[in-house]
């Protein structure tokens, strides 16, 4: 089956936040919001964005990034959320097989599965996973967008496009075949270009990092700019660990035990020779 | 027959202890460590019986220190002095241990350079596996994920070497035709006299000396 993708396209994003609102809403996700006597209790932190991060409640949050140009400001609207990578180091390092990739490509979640263990948050390039685990007991589940496939909730199969993309006022989200979106995301990069000849960094991200993400974004500026990693990487530790200590122990193990049952033999052989000459 | 004790019921007790919680520590390690072998079977309980042997792996050494704190010092002391006579033993290992003449192996005190050498691993082992696991349980989330990543590495790589040790010592104290008394000596805390004088001549003669002072031999 042809892999899925979200487009994002920042340029079309009026930061209005309702993809935030309808995650939540979609997949039962509320956040406690603190309160105190006549109102909730808040706290300026000098940013419009809000929540401050993502969270086992909050999947989704938009970016607000003020970005000064000489006296002027120049807004920059991103979508941070799982970014659905190809090579997902979640998915290699989870021991309970709870992160998988789905067919159509995207990294999908069973939580029934999770254990808690959180290598999936200690390893992820983009630091998207979550989990309010006890700090002596290690019991928790992480969270992480699904894409709208957690069981019971799962839109997709029912054939509906993710909440986010569906209540996107401006069609800065939309779903759809990766490989069309990929060209669509090429043209309006192109076109970014040609429009403003002095600002050459518009970038379409996604198309090839981490074997190709699905989550694309249309950025009109470098990825740095948007707070992503301008080439984000697997990390080594997971090859090191799948791909040398893993096979290694499969290999060393039955070595070291047969080694030793070789010696017993031949050990009880010669003592049995040396025990008849006696 | 002659009788010499080797173990007291403490050591043998600990030794023990120790032994069931290694093999619930291994055992859910490696369902954590190797996710094939084991699909369906992981959860949250693998975890936490990992933390309680954790725990006890821990608590237990600590509490023989404090407890015996003369034979502990000395326990870790002698895995540390190291001497010409380390030389002929490793010379003369691969000849004894493959059913050689035993009489070519140098007379050895109450451990051998063997011994010594499985006791540094343990500390040396132990220590990787407290610290990285510490740093895995208790700092996750606060130090960067890739100090994160490496204590796994670390951790997974003491796990290999540990496993390799552990059969090693289950070989030699099960099934090795020359170490015939090691199994039985950690049930009854005593070996042979024959047995004491083949395998460990110079401490022999020192429990025989002792003997003669009345003192109890060293444990």
Redesign the interface.
């Known amino acids: 089956m042809s892999d899925k993708a979200i487009l994002f396209d920042a340029t079309r994003c009026i930061a209005c936040r309702g993809c935030q609102v309808s995650c939540k809403q979609w997949n039962e996700t509320d956040e406690v919001i603190p309160t105190e006597e006549n109102g909730v209790r808040s706290s300026n932190r000098g940013t419009y964005e809000n929540p401050p991060d993502v969270s086992p409640q909050t999947w989704l949050t938009v970016k607000f990034i003020e970005k000064a140009e000489g006296d002027d400001v120049r807004w920059l609207f991103g979508r941070r959320s799982c970014m659905h990578c190809t090579e997902a180091a979640c998915v290699e390092v989870c021991p309970s097989g709870a992160l998988y990739h789905h067919e159509y490509g995207f990294v999908a979640y069973d939580k029934e599965k999770c254990t808690g263990c959180g290598y999936c948050s200690q390893y992820c390039p983009f630091n998207i996973p979550r989990l309010d685990a006890g700090r002596l007991t290690g019991v928790g589940k992480m969270d992480k967008c699904t894409l709208c496939t957690t069981p019971g909730l799962d839109r997709l199969s029912a054939g509906h496009e993710p909440a986010c993309v569906k209540t996107c006022p401006t069609n800065a989200l939309v779903f759809g075949d990766r490989d069309e979106l990929l060209s669509r995301g090429r043209d309006k990069v192109d076109s970014l270009r040609a429009a403003n000849p002095a600002r050459p960094s518009a970038t379409l991200y996604g198309e090839n990092e981490l074997g190709g993400l699905h989550v694309l974004y249309v950025l009109e500026d470098l990825p740095e700019a948007y707070g992503l990693p301008g080439e984000p990487e697997f990390p080594a530790t997971v090859t090191l660990q799948k791909q040398v200590l893993n096979p290694l122990a499969r290999i060393v193990w039955p070595l070291v035990a047969g080694g030793l049952a070789l010696n017993a033999l031949i050990a009880w052989a010669r003592h049995r020779t040396q025990r008849e000459a006696e | 027959m002659e009788l010499v004790e080797r173990y007291t019921p403490r050591a043998r007790w600990f030794h023990w202890l120790i032994a069931v919680v290694f093999i619930e520590l291994v055992l859910s390690g490696l369902?954590?460590?190797?996710?094939w072998l084991t699909?369906?079977m992981?959860?949250?309980w693998?975890?936490?019986i990992h933390?309680i042997g954790a725990v006890i792996l821990i608590a237990a050494p600590l509490m023989m220190t404090l407890f015996s704190w003369r034979r502990s010092w000395e326990f870790t002391r002698e895995a540390f002095i190291w001497g010409k006579e380390d030389l002929e033993w490793l010379k003369a290992a691969p000849g004894y241990?493959?059913?050689?003449d035993p009489r070519l192996m140098p007379p050895q005190g109450y451990i051998n350079t063997g011994m010594k050498m499985y006791r540094l691993a343990i500390i040396l082992g132990g220590a990787v596996f407290i610290i990285t696991g510490f740093i895995m349980?208790?700092l996750?989330?606060i130090v960067p994920?890739?100090v994160?990543?490496?204590s796994?590495?670390a951790h997974?790589?003491a796990?290999?070497v540990a496993?390799?040790m552990f059969?090693?010592h289950f070989?030699l104290g099960v099934?090795?035709?020359?170490m015939d008394e090691s199994i039985l000596s950690m049930v009854d805390g005593k070996v042979s006299g024959v047995y004491a004088k083949s395998h460990h001549g110079k401490w022999y003669d020192e429990v025989k000396n002792a003997k003669e002072d009345s003192e109890p031999a060293p444990s």
Request: charged share 10%.
């Open positions: 369902l954590i460590f190797l996710p699909v369906g992981v959860g949250t693998i975890r936490i933390r241990y493959f059913g050689g349980w208790f996750k989330g994920p890739v994160f990543q490496w796994l590495a997974d790589v796990f290999i496993i390799g059969l090693l070989q099934f090795h035709p020359r």
